[in-house]
């Protein structure tokens, strides 16, 4: 036997001359070529469980451990996060962000489950049907002043402050603006009694009580202010705003899922002609208004800009 059957790991190069001295590697045996990775029902079951976590608007990550693990694989992990992406899709809904911040932040598309209508809303918050449009205008007026200018929406770290109290006299200044606007150009300012459908949005608002009268002071569900506290508890049920404290109506704090979904409203008709008015917004979560520019009169449109759906 010669050293080299001994050790065949190494040959001498058949082109090098004699006594050369030269060897070559052995040829290394071929890799078959490596594909994606299949998805297991395993990876399927924890991208379905990520977009469970995103579905409870409360949780944060920083207080669930499988949360936060599987956010940091949908950052690391390409495949994982597309997965996930999909089961969003496929329960129609949308991802608006996902972070450590704001969790998996996803919102309803209209043909989704998930979405919350109007219709529903006016019955979990036990309406009567002819207040709808007064609803959604306290809804509107909420997401203006917790996010009065562009830059509040686009700094990660803004936190907006509202109280209900603020937003009604907020809402009242507008209907004041816009009655001096409708008074200017000579339009009627007394529509057929008895036919709300004719009347501009902001009258309506303006001539319903502000907070009513109770025997025991109790403002009514009926009043605006009762009506925006009815909007700013759906919004704290749905994780958009957090409580804290009670002064002037109730005060509250935006949340990054919040500000996320008004982000996302913001290009909307009547939240631009809201906006338009002037809001300067003050520390204790009340608003007072610019004099406005020269612009066409507002016309704000019932529903636009919620976080449900009309219908």
């Not at 409580?243 to 631009?272: H, I, P, S």
């Not at 208004?289 to 976080?307: F, H, I, N, S």
Request: aromatic share 6%.
């Amino acid at each position: 036997m010669t050293e080299y059957d001994a050790d065949d790991t190494a040959r001498p190069d058949p082109t090098a001359g004699a006594g050369d001295g030269r060897f070559l590697p052995a040829p290394e045996a071929e890799q078959p070529a490596k594909g994606p990775a299949p998805v297991t029902p395993a990876d399927a079951a924890d991208a379905a469980r990520l977009v469970s976590f995103g579905l409870q608007p409360k949780l944060l990550p920083a207080r669930d451990a499988e949360y936060g693990e599987l956010l940091r694989r949908y950052r690391d992990d390409p495949a994982f996060a597309r997965l996930a992406d999909a089961v969003a899709s496929g329960l129609g809904l949308v991802v608006l962000e996902v972070s450590t911040r704001a969790g998996m932040a996803v919102t309803a598309a209209e043909d989704s489950v998930f979405a919350v209508r109007m219709g529903d809303y006016a019955r979990r918050a036990s309406t009567d049907a002819g207040d709808r449009f007064l609803h959604g205008l306290a809804h509107l007026a909420v997401a203006a002043m917790a996010f009065p200018r562009p830059e509040d929406l686009a700094d990660d770290g803004y936190i907006g402050r509202i109280t209900v109290n603020g937003v009604d006299a907020f809402v009242r200044q507008a209907c004041r603006r816009l009655e001096e606007r409708a008074a200017e150009a000579g339009e009627n300012t007394d529509p057929t009694s008895g036919a709300p459908g004719l009347e501009a949005s902001w009258r309506v608002y303006a001539r319903r009580s502000s907070t009513g009268a109770t025997k025991d002071a109790r403002r009514l569900a009926g009043s605006t202010t009762g009506i925006i506290a009815k909007a700013v508890s759906f919004l704290v049920d749905s994780g958009f705003l957090q409580r804290t404290g009670d002064d002037a109506g109730g005060t509250y704090r935006t949340t990054a899922r919040y500000q996320l979904q008004v982000r996302d409203m913001a290009g909307t008709a009547a939240m631009a002609e809201l906006l338009e008015l002037g809001v300067v917004p003050i520390a204790d979560g009340n608003a007072s208004l610019l004099p406005a520019e020269d612009t066409d009169d507002l016309d704000l449109v019932a529903d636009a800009g919620l976080p449900f759906h009309s219908g």
